[in-house]
């Protein structure tokens, strides 16, 4: 079974610039998650998707993050512009999503940002 | 305040010996209880992960954690370390009264020295 695909690996962009991250769950996964990992810390939670709908982006930088699932299934996150501070490694991770239940996120490779 | 702590940033231990990873929480109510590693240029792997029952919960690659409720803690054990072992180990919080929201501590590198 494939895991989680996240593209691309790596990008380094000028200050400013727009870039967009790619991310693939796990077949048959209705919740996927966005964190943002800083070097030496944990990931700490951007957007969690229910299906298509985001449910938790209290954490988003809403004036230049901005992401969508629009089917359900794969999804999308996009910085414009891009500042220095946002270089970091971006995490999806995508968990079965049932009501009331543990269950386990399961975490793709990441995207490492560099901004320059 | 639901956080996570991992007291220790690094932990060193020779191969062959038993090694101890800390975290503590702090929660009102519940918590399920998550340990995930983290190798070079790679995502997070599950380990192993307490939600209720027996105190010992044991995971992959031969690790296994233990919950005390009375010291709120979750520490991550093995009986006998392998220099693969060496990688970056993160625990988590689950409450399910907070939106299903995890929380992750800040990490400790675990180094297994030949």
């Known amino acids: 079974e494939a895991g989680v695909v996240q593209s691309p690996r790596y990008k380094i962009i000028e200050k400013k610039q727009p870039v967009a991250f790619w991310c693939n769950p796990i077949s048959g996964h209705n919740t996927l998650y966005w964190y943002l990992q800083n070097l030496g810390q944990g990931p700490e939670l951007l957007i969690r998707y229910e299906n298509e709908e985001a449910v938790d982006d209290s954490q988003l930088p809403k004036d230049r993050f901005s992401a969508e699932r629009l089917k359900g299934v794969d999804s999308t996150l996009k910085i414009q512009p891009a500042e220095l501070g946002d270089s970091a490694v971006y995490l999806c991770?995508?968990?079965?999503?049932?009501?009331?239940?543990?269950?386990?996120?399961?975490f793709g490779p990441g995207t490492r940002l560099t901004v320059l | 305040a639901q956080s996570v702590a991992q007291p220790e940033d690094q932990v060193n231990v020779a191969e062959g010996n038993p090694l101890t990873v800390k975290c503590t929480y702090s929660?009102?109510?519940?918590?399920?209880l998550f340990w995930y590693v983290q190798y070079p240029n790679r995502g997070l792997q599950f380990l192993l992960k307490?939600?209720?029952?027996?105190?010992l919960v044991k995971g992959s690659y031969g690790f296994e954690a233990e919950f005390n409720k009375s010291q709120t803690s979750f520490h991550l054990k093995k009986p006998s370390a392998l220099v693969s072992d060496s990688a970056l180990y993160f625990c988590?919080?689950?409450?399910?009264?907070?939106?299903?929201?995890?929380?992750f501590g800040s990490g400790t590198k675990l180094n297994v020295k030949p």
């Open positions: 991770a995508s968990s079965l999503g049932l009501a009331g239940t543990t269950d386990t996120q399961y």
């Open positions: 307490y939600i209720t029952g027996d105190n």
């Open positions: 929660v009102s109510g519940n918590p399920y």
């Open positions: 988590a919080v689950r409450f399910l009264y907070n939106f299903n929201k995890f929380y």
